[in-house]
């Protein structure tokens, strides 16, 4: 069984390495992730495809965790990030992801943060 702080810091080791591989492995069969202006994506496939269609979106994106909290099962990672898109525009935010794991997994992926222009239409 991982360490719920571990598993937390895949899912940003992830966006870091810009590779899926550790983190598929980290997922419930069950897994949802709620991120903002999207539905919720749920089970492994749909999460693992979302991150990648964000890697094209952001050819570099990095981020810094600069706290992880614990409480039993859930963790909150406060982070901030720094890149660009696709297009070269600057892109930097700030917010915290909240998990929660269930028998070494990670069952839910939740994301709030500062900026969300990205995903306002209109």
């Given at each position: 069984?991982?360490?719920?702080?571990?598993?937390?810091?895949?899912?940003?080791?992830?966006?870091?390495?810009?590779?899926?591989?550790?983190l598929?492995?980290c997922?419930?069969?069950?897994?949802?992730f709620?991120?903002?202006?999207?539905?919720v994506?749920?089970g492994?496939k749909?999460?693992?495809l979302?991150?990648?269609?964000?890697f094209?979106k952001?050819?570099?994106?990095?981020?810094?965790?600069?706290d992880?909290?614990?409480?039993?099962?859930?963790?909150?990672?406060?982070?901030?990030?720094d890149?660009?898109?696709?297009?070269?525009?600057?892109?930097?935010?700030?917010?915290?992801?909240?998990?929660?794991?269930?028998?070494?997994?990670?069952?839910?992926i939740?994301?709030?943060?500062?900026?969300?222009?990205?995903?306002?239409?209109?």
């Amino acid at each position: 069984m991982e360490d719920i702080r571990d598993l937390t810091q895949t899912i940003f080791d992830t966006f870091n390495n810009r590779d899926v591989s550790d983190l598929e492995q980290c997922l419930a069969e069950d897994a949802v992730f709620d991120f903002p202006g999207t539905e919720v994506l749920q089970g492994p496939k749909r999460i693992l495809l979302f991150f990648k269609i964000l890697f094209r979106k952001y050819p570099r994106l990095a981020f810094t965790v600069e706290d992880i909290l614990v409480d039993e099962d859930r963790a909150c990672a406060v982070w901030s990030n720094d890149g660009e898109d696709n297009k070269g525009n600057p892109y930097h935010n700030q917010g915290v992801t909240l998990i929660r794991v269930k028998d070494g997994k990670i069952v839910s992926i939740s994301d709030y943060f500062k900026d969300t222009s990205f995903v306002e239409t209109g």
